[in-house]
């Protein structure tokens, strides 16, 4: 079974602009969660998003969004970046929200703003 | 104070050496306990879950969870080279609110 798979793996953005990234979860899991990881601050929670509708959100401001499509796949966006936003963004899914301790992690994106 | 606390080393063992990694918490609601691993440049990788309270053993991992003391823990026996990585504790309440760890990284020297 395929695993979590994120696009793009890398981007580079400057100041300013916005950025779509992509998350396809594991087949057969219909939840999906982002997070933001830094050095600094860690894995922290963005958004968990089940059956289309976000069932959960972190505390982030509100240039980060996020969908989720009827095949589960789901995206987010970040508006306005600021070099702050420089981080590896995760996605992760399970089967559903109450099995998120059992969730699996995709490679991530990397995203550097100038 | 955080509510998952957890050294982030960084720890260096001989390979075969049994390795403790540890991790407190403040929120007593919290259920389930995870542990990742995360190699460089990855995202994190699942090792391992518990429920509650007890110990979980998978291969030459062993997870143990202290409810009473809010204190969990995960062994790792004969350590290779290949585990070297940062290791990640998680945890979560009945609402599937998650909280990670810092992370503490490991290397296991041949």
């Known amino acids: 079974k395929a695993g979590v798979t994120q696009t793009p793996r890398y981007l580079i953005k400057t100041r300013g602009q916005q950025v779509t990234l992509s998350c396809s979860p594991i087949?057969?899991?219909?939840?999906v969660s982002w997070y933001q990881q830094t050095p600094g601050q860690g894995l922290q929670f963005l958004f968990e998003?089940?059956?289309?509708?976000?069932?959960n959100k972190g505390n982030f401001p509100g240039r980060f969004s996020g969908r989720q499509f009827s095949n589960s796949r789901s995206e987010m966006n970040v508006s306005t970046l600021e070099l702050g936003d420089s981080a590896l963004y995760l996605c992760?899914?399970?089967?559903?929200?109450?099995?998120?301790?059992?969730?699996?992690f995709g490679p991530g994106t990397r995203l550097t703003v100038t | 104070q955080k509510e998952v606390e957890q050294d982030p080393g960084p720890l260096s063992v001989p390979e075969g050496a049994i390795v403790s990694l540890n991790c407190t918490y403040s929120?007593?609601?919290?259920?389930?306990f995870m542990w990742y691993r995360q190699y460089s440049r990855k995202g994190p990788e699942l090792l391992m879950y518990t429920y509650s309270s007890g110990n979980k053993e998978d291969g030459r991992f062993t997870a143990q969870v202290d409810k009473s003391s809010k204190y969990i823990s995960l062994f790792i026996r004969d350590s290779q080279p290949s585990d070297s990585a940062t290791y990640l504790c998680?945890?979560?309440?009945?609402?599937?609110?998650?909280?990670f760890g810092a992370g503490t990284r490991l290397t296991v020297k041949p």
């Open positions: 998680a945890m979560s309440n009945n609402n599937n609110d998650m909280r």
């Open positions: 992760a899914s399970s089967l559903d929200p109450d099995r998120i301790y059992e969730q699996y």
């Open positions: 087949s057969g899991h219909r939840s």
């Open positions: 998003y089940f059956s289309e509708t976000q069932r």
């Open positions: 929120n007593s609601a919290f259920q389930y």
